[in-house]
């Protein structure tokens, strides 16, 4: 399996805290991973450098068969290389239709004059309801996002995700805050989506994680602590000690 | 004391040429009597001189009696008394020799000699020389004044003269500056001047640089090609250089006589229009004179028929500027006296600058000193709760005003200031509490909000204050104690003011690290910035702190307006002089940090004195070219100076 | 295409409607063309009202739409108002330099002509000669061009460096005033090129016109409610589809939309520039009514006021911004031109020219407070109340 994302020796500090030090991390084409560690371990700042938010102090960071480095690219052209990335809380745009939501996020040429005169054809709508019926949201497309419950917005999160058609997918905490029944449905959702592509889930709760049924990387003190299967790194002692164990 | 100058005034005139005999009083007068009845500015200098020069002690009496129209003529002889008018209309006359009245006359038997002012203006001069050495000090620092006001060659012997008896050292070291510089112009001793010059080279008075230019001036002499003029050469100028424009100099030429008048485009028109024939002008129908070469060439034709002078071509301005050399020559003939001179007037200059730096850098200094106290409530308020007040500034008016009302109830200043702090404070920390709780607590989270509602207070307030004070600018006076100025020299100065709101900034500053790092307020106030949830889990009540907290802000604002009142005018509007500077202070510095917004009030004082200093004339343009380089600056440092990075900075 | 687009917003077609019908009334009622109750100083006002219902689109479709609240728009809208005002004035103070001059006995050349016009215009700052940006003063058409480039230029180059310095939120509210502040400081020296304090005047007479005013200001009315129309319909336009999504986006979400794959400077950037031509455009037809522009015009405190006019409107409806500008600019004129009557409560007089202005920064707080929707709230509300009437 080829490798879609490596990123190698990254580290970043905030005011001398160090938030990533010297991170290394590999996933390849249509792979899940778990991403676990305790509060404070680096997750979600390693999502913002992955991303283009947050700018390393050192490090490489490759992407796709050229390997593509992306660091000092925007946010916008990394989103447009094929990363896609959800936040922890919902983040939909509330004041607009599950509709325009999802056009928004279709994949489509982004630059603001193709945009101006974007009127959405049938073959585009179409595919807009293809998505909203895998996140079932179907009756609801026409409702402003604003008024769907919480596991709905998260659905139609990861929808707009899938409608970007990334190469990975970086998903934070997807579980939060949702039903059982919710929960399995996003597992689904999530692993329905690994299929055709990278999806790197980053999760606390480990009942989820063990549904997911991947690869896990464990983070500490912006580093890899362990990796490899669940129950290989839920033996593992140091995982224990600084995770697990508390 | 009188014998002392009676002996100095003598041997100063033996070595004159010594005309002085053992002449009375009158008979100097009666000498130079017919000067004095025709009573003529231009013809009366000798008489004075004569009078003063003579020797006489009582000179100095008959000198002030004539300033002051005292001195009367007795119509049967001629002879000048001072007269005194008599209750019955009479005139008491008194003798200049003797003191000694010597009778009463009616007004018909006398004529009052009647100087005029520019008569009196010299007598005045005159005296110059006696209260050199008048026992009264007043009246020695006055001649000094009045010599240093018109300094002329002959009151240098005078005050040479007076130097030795000199007791009191200011005074005596006045007499001795004023002496080196009167050398300087009028000894006749080059080398003297020269001695003076060099010695002084390097001195910073205003005095010194005064007396060097007019020796310096020059004046511009044309000459033919190949021939020097004579004369103390300062340059050779070259036409067309700053110096000496083609211009000027080839008005200088036809001044002289060496070159035909350049017509100006009036001239010419008018030449044109004299010789209109049947509706042309040298063949030239009048309607194709529209433009300019049609008309150069109608004139062209009209001037080589002789009709009118000819037209000066540019090539005829070329040859005759090349045919002729320009100096500028000094007035003062000695090359010794204006090379020291150059040499010393260089080395002031280059103290001067150097001082002007100084004293920039002090200005510099005391606008910063502004900003950082106008900025500092929203250090707080903006800073570090992160709410947009616009009406900040009606807050810094509102505490102007208060200073004014307490100046209207308590009329010792020093007093009032001491009772306007204190209530500023406690009224804007009220007004911020008001605004805290109706307003600024329900827009918490939408900052854009905060902002137009408190613009819309600012309005409010603003034209609150304009109906209750008034359109007019309204008067915060400051204490006598801090009226004046630090003098260091002629160049450097700084006011009291502005080391006073110099000091005051200092102290906010302590005052502000002190709540902020030391007092429970300040950990509370940091405590519910940085998580407000996790602050109210541990018993801290947010709303209790933000309050404060605002409150805090706006009674400093408070405080800076009186501090900004006693030098700038107190008026409805000044609160909107002051808060877009005062936000790009806080900006420019970075958010949440009082030391960035101490950086950010020197930068952006020092960067806009800088620019006044490039270009005095115009204050305008440097605020102008400051925004500008707040607006670039923001695009390297988006964060400010000191910038918070990372999660704190809050994203 | 543009059907579906009318279609899908009918309150467009509303707000057209009424437009075309006021414009109708106003010219039956005109002096100029008309009956003549409607009085042509108060037909300049309706026509400098529309102006400012322009600017006040332009500033909803930034500040309601893109989320960015620019407290600089004046800046552009007086930017545009100098550059039509350079031409009126040198073009009519040409006309007459030249027919004085023609009265001499020699034609004028060219050059007196300059030297006239020069005279003319810059005597009052102490000058003579013609700055270089007025170059372009004697051509119609490429000051009409910079009518529009100019703010568009400025906006670009300012918004450029603003938006990808990630300038956001009240700092580059302050960053906006900052520019306006900074240009109203620059035209205020003699320096600037365009008479420092004195600014431009005589703006009201149209070169070559001999029309009395009652006419020239009904076409300038007619421009101006043309130029609201064609305004609102592109603006409108601009915020139905996906790029109205996208901006919107942008004001709830910056972030999000960015991870979406979209350059969110470029799309700021282009709202940006795009505001501040309408805003040169509406300016360019506003001072002409006016008849005189100054620095004092591109001061900070009428872009705030442009904010204020837009809040109380409601923002995010383009008609709240038209109503609230509408609104808000005539009742100011009302109140403070001393025409409302006094209230006399006994111990205290209410004068409205004195306390118009408390009263305006106060109900601005309470709208704020209470109703952030505005005045537009009220007629979405409506609409909505008699919608469910419908159905039920």
């Given at each position: 399996?080829?490798?879609?994302?490596?990123v190698?020796?990254?580290?970043?500090?905030?005011?001398?805290?160090?938030?990533?030090n010297?991170?290394t991390?590999?996933?390849?084409?249509?792979e899940l991973?778990?991403?676990?560690?305790?509060?404070g371990?680096?997750?979600?700042?390693?999502?913002?450098?992955?991303?283009?938010?947050?700018?390393p102090?050192?490090?490489?960071i490759?992407?796709?068969?050229?390997?593509l480095?992306?660091?000092?690219?925007?946010?916008?052209?990394?989103?447009?290389a094929?990363?896609?990335r959800?936040?922890?809380?919902?983040?939909?745009?509330?004041?607009?239709?599950?509709?325009?939501?999802?056009l928004?996020?279709?994949?489509?040429d982004?630059?603001?004059?193709a945009?101006l005169?974007?009127?959405?054809?049938?073959?585009?709508?179409?595919?807009?309801?293809?998505?909203?019926?895998?996140?079932?949201l179907?009756?609801?497309?026409?409702?402003?996002?604003g008024e769907?419950?919480?596991?709905?917005?998260q659905?139609?999160?990861?929808?707009?995700?899938?409608?970007?058609?990334p190469?990975?997918?970086?998903?934070?905490?997807p579980a939060?805050?949702?039903t059982?029944?919710?929960?399995?449905?996003?597992?689904?959702?999530?692993?329905?989506a690994?299929?055709?592509?990278?999806?790197?889930?980053?999760e606390?709760?480990?009942?989820?994680?063990?549904?997911?049924n991947?690869?896990?990387?464990v983070?500490?003190?912006?580093?890899?602590?362990?990796?490899?299967?669940?129950d290989?790194?839920t033996?593992?002692?140091?995982?224990?000690?600084?995770?697990?164990?508390? | 004391?009188?014998t002392?100058?009676?002996?100095?005034?003598?041997?100063?005139?033996?070595?004159?040429?010594?005309t002085?005999?053992?002449?009375?009083?009158?008979?100097?007068?009666?000498?130079?009597?017919?000067?004095?009845?025709?009573?003529?500015?231009?013809?009366?200098?000798?008489?004075?001189?004569?009078?003063?020069d003579?020797?006489?002690?009582?000179?100095?009496?008959?000198?002030e009696a004539w300033?002051?129209?005292?001195?009367?003529?007795?119509?049967?002889?001629?002879?000048?008394?001072?007269?005194?008018?008599?209750a019955?209309?009479?005139?008491e006359?008194?003798?200049?020799?003797?003191?000694?009245?010597?009778?009463?006359?009616?007004?018909?038997?006398l004529?009052?000699i009647?100087?005029?002012?520019?008569?009196?203006?010299?007598?005045?001069t005159?005296?110059?020389?006696?209260?050199?050495?008048?026992?009264?000090?007043?009246?020695?620092g006055?001649?000094?004044d009045?010599?240093a006001r018109n300094p002329?060659?002959?009151?240098?012997?005078?005050?040479?003269?007076?130097?030795?008896?000199e007791?009191?050292?200011?005074?005596?070291?006045?007499?001795?500056?004023?002496?080196?510089?009167?050398?300087?112009?009028?000894?006749?001793?080059?080398?003297?001047?020269v001695?003076?010059?060099t010695?002084?080279?390097?001195?910073?008075?205003?005095?010194?640089?005064?007396?060097?230019n007019?020796?310096?001036?020059?004046?511009i002499?044309?000459?033919?090609?190949?021939?020097?003029?004579?004369?103390?050469?300062?340059?050779?100028?070259?036409?067309?250089?700053?110096?000496?424009?083609?211009?000027a100099?080839?008005?200088?030429l036809?001044?002289?006589?060496?070159?035909q008048?350049?017509?100006?485009?009036?001239?010419?028109?008018?030449?044109?229009?004299a010789?209109?024939?049947?509706g042309?002008?040298a063949g030239?129908?009048?309607?194709?004179?529209?433009?300019?070469?049609?008309?150069?060439?109608?004139y062209?034709?009209?001037a080589?028929?002789?009709?009118?002078?000819l037209?000066?071509?540019?090539?005829?301005?070329?040859?005759?500027?090349?045919?002729?050399?320009?100096?500028?020559?000094?007035?003062?003939?000695?090359?010794?006296?204006?090379?020291?001179?150059e040499?010393?007037?260089a080395?002031?200059?280059?103290?001067v600058?150097a001082?002007?730096?100084?004293?920039?850098?002090?200005?510099?200094?005391?606008?910063?000193?502004?900003y950082?106290?106008?900025?500092?409530?929203?250090?707080?308020?903006?800073g570090?709760?992160?709410?947009?007040?616009?009406?900040?500034?009606?807050?810094?008016?509102?505490?102007a005003?208060?200073?004014?009302?307490?100046?209207?109830?308590v009329?010792n200043?020093?007093?009032?200031?001491?009772?306007?702090v204190?209530?500023?404070?406690a009224v804007?920390?009220?007004?911020?509490?008001?605004?805290?709780?109706?307003?600024?607590?329900?827009?918490?989270?939408?900052?854009?909000?905060?902002?137009?509602?408190?613009?819309g207070v600012?309005i409010?307030l603003?034209q609150?204050?304009?109906?209750?004070?008034?359109?007019q600018a309204?008067p915060?006076?400051?204490p006598?104690?801090?009226d004046?100025?630090?003098?260091?020299?002629?160049?450097?100065?700084?006011?009291?003011?502005?080391?006073?709101?110099f000091?005051?900034?200092?102290?906010?500053?302590?005052?502000?690290?002190?709540i902020?790092k030391?007092?429970?307020?300040?950990?509370?106030?940091?405590?519910v910035?940085?998580?407000?949830?996790m602050?109210?889990?541990m018993?801290?009540?947010?709303?209790r702190?933000?309050m404060l907290t605002?409150?805090?802000?706006?009674?400093?604002?408070?405080i800076?307006?009186?501090?900004?009142?006693?030098f700038?005018?107190?008026?409805?509007?000044?609160?909107?002089?002051?808060?877009?500077?005062?936000?790009?202070?806080?900006?420019v510095?970075?958010?949440?940090?009082?030391?960035?917004?101490?950086?950010?009030?020197?930068?952006i004082?020092?960067?806009?004195?800088g620019?006044?200093?490039?270009?005095p004339s115009?204050?305008?343009?440097?605020?102008?070219?400051?925004?500008?380089?707040?607006?670039?600056?923001?695009?390297?440092?988006?964060?400010?100076?000191?910038a918070l990075?990372?999660?704190?900075?809050?994203? | 295409m543009?059907?579906?687009?009318?279609?899908?917003?009918?309150s467009?077609?509303?707000?057209l409607?009424?437009?075309?019908l006021?414009?109708?009334?106003?010219?039956?009622?005109?002096e100029?063309?008309?009956?003549g109750?409607?009085?042509?100083?108060?037909?300049?006002?309706?026509?400098k009202?529309?102006?400012?219902?322009?600017i006040?689109?332009?500033?909803?479709?930034?500040?309601?739409?893109?989320?960015?609240?620019?407290?600089?728009?004046?800046?552009?809208f007086?930017?545009?108002g100098?550059?039509?005002?350079?031409?009126?004035?040198?073009?009519?103070?040409?006309?007459?330099?030249?027919?004085?001059l023609?009265?001499?006995?020699?034609?004028?050349?060219?050059?007196?002509?300059?030297?006239?016009?020069?005279?003319?215009?810059?005597?009052?700052?102490?000058?003579a000669?013609?700055?270089?940006?007025?170059?372009?003063?004697?051509?119609?058409?490429?000051?009409?061009?910079?009518?529009?480039?100019?703010?568009?230029?400025?906006?670009?180059?300012?918004?450029w460096?603003?938006f990808?310095?990630?300038?956001?939120?009240?700092?580059?509210?302050i960053?906006?005033?900052?520019?306006?502040l900074?240009?109203?400081?620059?035209l205020?020296?003699?320096?600037?090129?365009?008479r420092?304090?004195?600014?431009?005047?005589?703006?009201?007479n149209?070169?070559?016109?001999?029309?009395?005013?009652?006419?020239?200001?009904?076409?300038?009315f007619w421009?101006?409610?043309?130029?609201?129309?064609?305004?609102?319909?592109?603006?409108?336009w601009?915020?139905?589809?996906?790029?109205?999504?996208?901006?919107?986006?942008?004001?709830?979400?910056?972030?999000?939309?960015?991870?979406?794959g979209?350059?969110?400077?470029?799309?700021?950037?282009?709202?940006?520039?795009?505001?501040?031509c309408?805003?040169?455009?509406?300016?360019?037809?506003?001072?002409p009514?006016?008849?005189?522009?100054?620095?004092a015009?591109?001061?900070?405190?009428?872009?705030?006021?442009?904010?204020?006019?837009?809040?109380?409107?409601?923002?995010?409806?383009?008609?709240?911004?038209?109503?609230?500008?509408?609104?808000?600019?005539?009742?100011?004129?009302?109140?403070t031109?001393?025409?409302?009557?006094?209230?006399?409560?006994g111990?205290?007089?209410?004068?409205?020219?004195?306390?118009?202005?408390?009263?305006?920064?106060?109900?601005?707080?309470?709208?704020?407070?209470?109703?952030?929707?505005?005045?537009?709230?009220?007629?979405?509300?409506?609409?909505?109340?008699?919608?469910r009437g419908?159905?039920?």
């Open positions: 399996m080829s490798t879609l994302l490596e190698s020796g990254v580290s970043v500090s905030f005011d001398g805290f160090r938030a990533i010297n991170l991390f590999q996933i390849g084409n249509a991973r778990a991403v676990i560690g305790p509060n371990a680096g997750k979600t700042t390693f999502m913002d450098i992955v991303t283009g938010k947050t700018r102090d050192s490090g490489h490759s992407w796709g068969e050229k390997n480095s992306l660091i000092g690219m925007s946010e916008a052209r990394i989103a447009q094929g990363i896609g959800k936040f922890q809380k919902p983040t939909v745009f509330e004041d607009q239709t599950v509709q325009e939501n999802l928004m996020a279709l994949r489509k982004r630059g603001p004059l945009v005169f974007f009127r959405p054809s049938a073959a585009d709508l179409e595919r807009v309801a293809e998505l909203a019926g895998e996140i079932g179907t009756d609801s497309l026409l409702r402003v996002s769907l419950s919480h596991g709905q917005k659905w139609l999160e990861i929808g707009m995700l899938l409608a970007q058609e190469r990975l997918l970086l998903v934070d905490e939060a805050g949702m059982p029944a919710e929960r399995e449905k996003t597992t689904a959702i999530l692993v329905e690994a299929k055709t592509r990278a999806v790197v889930v980053v606390h709760d480990m009942e989820f994680v063990r549904r997911l991947c690869k896990v990387t983070l500490h003190e912006g580093a890899v602590l362990a990796e490899g299967s669940l290989h790194v033996k593992n002692q140091e995982v224990i000690d600084v995770y697990l164990g508390r | 004391m009188k002392m100058l009676l002996t100095v005034l003598s041997a100063l005139f033996l070595c004159h040429g010594g002085a005999q053992a002449q009375t009083v009158q008979d100097i007068l009666q000498s130079q009597r017919a000067l004095i009845e025709q009573s003529s500015r231009r013809t009366i200098g000798p008489a004075i001189d004569a009078i003063a003579s020797g006489l002690a009582q000179m100095q009496s008959v000198l300033q002051a129209k005292d001195m009367w003529q007795r119509l049967e002889d001629g002879f000048f008394f001072a007269a005194h008018k008599t019955d209309g009479s005139y006359l008194t003798d200049f020799e003797s003191g000694a009245v010597i009778g009463t006359y009616p007004k018909d038997a004529a009052q009647k100087p005029n002012s520019g008569i009196r203006a010299m007598i005045a005159a005296l110059v020389r006696f209260q050199l050495s008048d026992p009264d000090m007043a009246r020695r006055e001649a000094l009045s010599i002329e060659a002959g009151l240098l012997g005078p005050l040479r003269a007076a130097i030795p008896s007791k009191d050292p200011t005074l005596l070291a006045r007499k001795l500056r004023l002496e080196r510089l009167m050398t300087m112009s009028y000894d006749t001793d080059t080398a003297a001047r001695a003076a010059i010695a002084m080279a390097g001195d910073l008075g205003v005095d010194f640089r005064a007396t060097l007019p020796i310096l001036t020059t004046r002499v044309v000459a033919d090609a190949g021939v020097t003029p004579e004369g103390n050469i300062a340059a050779t100028l070259v036409p067309g250089e700053a110096a000496l424009s083609r211009d100099a080839y008005a200088l036809v001044e002289a006589d060496k070159a008048p350049v017509l100006t485009p009036d001239a010419r028109d008018a030449g044109l229009e010789h209109i024939e049947s042309r002008i030239t129908p009048i309607a194709k004179l529209d433009t300019e070469t049609a008309r150069d060439a109608a062209g034709a009209l080589a028929k002789g009709l009118v002078p037209l000066v071509h540019p090539p005829d301005i070329d040859a005759s500027l090349a045919n002729h050399q320009f100096f500028s020559i000094y007035h003062e003939p000695s090359q010794q006296v204006t090379e020291a001179a040499a010393a007037l080395k002031s200059q280059s103290r600058v001082s002007q730096a100084i004293d920039l850098g002090l200005d510099a200094l005391s606008l910063a000193s502004i950082f106290l106008a900025a500092i409530g929203l250090a707080i308020t903006f570090v709760m992160g709410v947009i007040n616009m009406a900040h500034g009606e807050f810094i008016m509102m505490g005003y208060t200073g004014y009302v307490v100046q209207q109830f009329p200043h020093t007093a009032s200031i001491l009772v306007a204190p209530l500023a404070f804007t920390f009220a007004a911020g509490v008001a605004l805290e709780r109706l307003v600024i607590r329900w827009l918490y989270h939408r900052p854009l909000e905060t902002l137009l509602a408190t613009f600012s409010a603003q609150l204050a304009k109906n209750i004070f008034g359109t309204r915060l006076t400051a006598s104690w801090l004046g100025a630090w003098v260091i020299n002629d160049v450097v100065s700084i006011s009291y003011i502005r080391i006073a709101i000091v005051l900034a200092l102290m906010f500053m302590g005052l502000f690290v002190f902020m030391r007092t429970r307020l300040g950990l509370e106030t940091r405590a910035t940085q998580n407000p949830r602050a109210a889990g018993g801290i009540n947010p709303d702190v933000n605002f409150g805090l802000g706006s009674g400093i604002a408070g800076a307006g009186v501090a900004i009142g006693l700038a005018k107190v008026t409805s509007e000044m609160g909107g002089d002051y808060i877009v500077q005062s936000f790009m202070t806080v900006v510095g970075g958010v949440g940090n009082i030391w960035g917004t101490l950086a950010g009030a020197l930068m004082g020092g960067f806009q004195k620019v006044e200093w490039l270009n115009n204050t305008l343009a440097a605020q102008t070219y400051m925004i500008v380089f707040i607006i670039i600056f923001i695009q390297f440092r988006p964060r400010g100076i000191i990075r990372g999660r704190a900075a809050g994203d | 543009n059907r579906s687009f009318i279609a899908r917003n009918p467009v077609l509303v707000f409607a009424l437009l075309a006021f414009t109708l009334v106003v010219s039956v009622l005109s100029g063309f008309g009956i109750l409607v009085s042509t100083s108060f037909v300049k006002t309706l026509g009202t529309l102006c400012l219902c322009l006040a689109v332009a500033m909803d479709l930034i500040w309601g739409y893109a989320g960015i609240l620019s407290l600089g728009h004046f800046a552009f007086g930017l545009g100098y550059m039509i005002g350079m031409w009126l004035m040198y073009e009519r103070t040409r006309q007459i330099v030249v027919s004085s023609s009265e001499g006995v020699l034609p004028p050349t060219p050059e007196e002509i300059e030297t006239g016009i020069a005279g003319q215009i810059f005597g009052v700052v102490g000058s000669d013609f700055p270089l940006i007025w170059a372009f003063a004697d051509s119609l058409v490429i000051q009409l061009a910079l009518v529009v480039l100019v703010p568009g230029i400025l906006a670009l180059v300012f918004g460096l603003a990808r310095s990630r300038v956001t939120g009240v700092y580059l509210s960053l906006t005033q900052a520019m306006t900074g240009l109203s400081l620059y205020f020296q003699n320096a600037s090129g365009l420092g304090n004195n600014g431009l005047s005589g703006l009201q149209l070169p070559g016109v001999s029309a009395p005013q009652s006419v020239v200001s009904m076409w300038f421009a101006s409610a043309l130029a609201l129309a064609l305004g609102y319909l592109l603006v409108a601009v915020v139905s589809g996906k790029f109205g999504s996208v901006i919107r986006g942008i004001r709830d979400n910056e972030a999000r939309v960015r991870f979406l979209y350059s969110v400077e470029s799309y700021k950037l282009a709202v940006f520039t795009l505001t501040a309408l805003s040169g455009i509406a300016g360019a037809l506003y001072y009514q006016a008849g005189i522009i100054n620095p015009e591109v001061a900070p405190i009428a872009s705030i006021y442009l904010a204020v006019w837009v809040a109380i409107g409601g923002r995010g409806r383009l008609y709240g911004a038209v109503i609230g500008a509408a609104f808000v600019s005539l009742v100011s004129s009302w109140f031109g001393g025409q409302a009557p006094d209230i006399n409560l111990f205290y007089t209410i004068q409205w020219v004195d306390w118009w202005l408390i009263l305006l920064g106060l109900s601005f707080v309470l709208v704020t407070l209470f109703a952030p929707s505005g005045m537009g709230g009220l007629v979405d509300l409506l609409m909505r109340g008699k919608k419908g159905n039920t």
